[in-house]
């Protein structure tokens, strides 16, 4: 049974930098498939943030290309998401999820609320 | 970008059939993708290429797609489908989302 388990701070101050951690459990990331992250702000829906195959190779949204890294743990058994800059827009609930080769997201974490704000 | 259009809202009576659209330029050619979402909840995957279920979801849950739209469709509607539905497509090597349709069983 996959499951994802997210953990980070849940407050950022501005121009600061948002940082979560996706532990992967019932797969080895190394096995395959891409893994990413995804966004919904209160009450709107979600954003596509970007993913990470098991190569390294990612693909992130233009729209946040500039502030986001995405990377896999050398463990293997975790990745991770930093969003740079961060504003009062980047308020969201962030979920972590495993995406297949027909780039469906098949299993999510439950889900980070990330505040920003000083 | 692309964009996904769904309607806002969608109303279903108990045990009718409901039917979601997600409208896009020529998404007859793209795989489509559809999720779940219960009030609080992650979302979870209910249809995906089109018209496949995962081995959870119940096969009430249909979904098909031709020429520029995509349509998810409940059958004998249940309180538990209340939810936001969103479809997913992946274009141009970003994921695109529709804004997500409420789903009101009445």
């Known amino acids: 049974q996959v499951q994802l388990q997210q953990s980070g701070p849940g407050l950022v101050k501005p121009s600061e930098t948002l940082s979560l951690i996706c532990n992967v459990s019932?797969?080895?990331?190394?096995?395959?498939?891409?893994w990413g992250w995804i966004r919904q702000p209160p009450g709107k829906g979600l954003e596509w943030i970007g993913h990470?195959?098991?190569?390294?190779?990612?693909y992130y949204s233009p729209s946040l290309k500039s502030r986001v890294t995405i990377s896999v743990h050398t463990s293997k058994t975790q990745f991770s998401l930093n969003l740079s800059s961060v504003t009062a827009a980047d308020t969201a609930v962030y979920y972590c999820a495993r995406g297949s080769s027909s780039y469906y997201f098949d299993h999510w974490g439950r889900g980070n609320l990330v505040t920003v704000s000083s | 970008s692309y964009d996904l259009t769904q309607p806002l809202s969608v109303s279903v009576a108990l045990g009718q059939t409901a039917r979601i659209t997600c409208g896009g330029k020529?998404?007859?050619?793209?795989?489509v993708h559809w999720y779940q979402q219960k009030a609080g909840q992650a979302p979870v995957l209910v249809i995906h290429?089109?018209?496949n279920r995962p081995s959870n979801i119940p096969d009430r849950f249909s979904g098909s797609n031709s020429a520029n739209t995509a349509t998810l469709t409940i059958s004998r509607a249940q309180a538990g489908d209340e939810a936001d539905y969103y479809c997913q497509v992946w274009d141009s090597r970003t994921a695109v989302f529709g804004a997500g349709t409420k789903l009101t069983v009445l």
């Open positions: 020529n998404i007859g050619g793209k795989d």
């Open positions: 990470v195959y098991n190569s390294g190779t990612t």
């Open positions: 290429m089109d018209s």
């Open positions: 019932g797969y080895s990331i190394s096995s395959g498939y891409y």
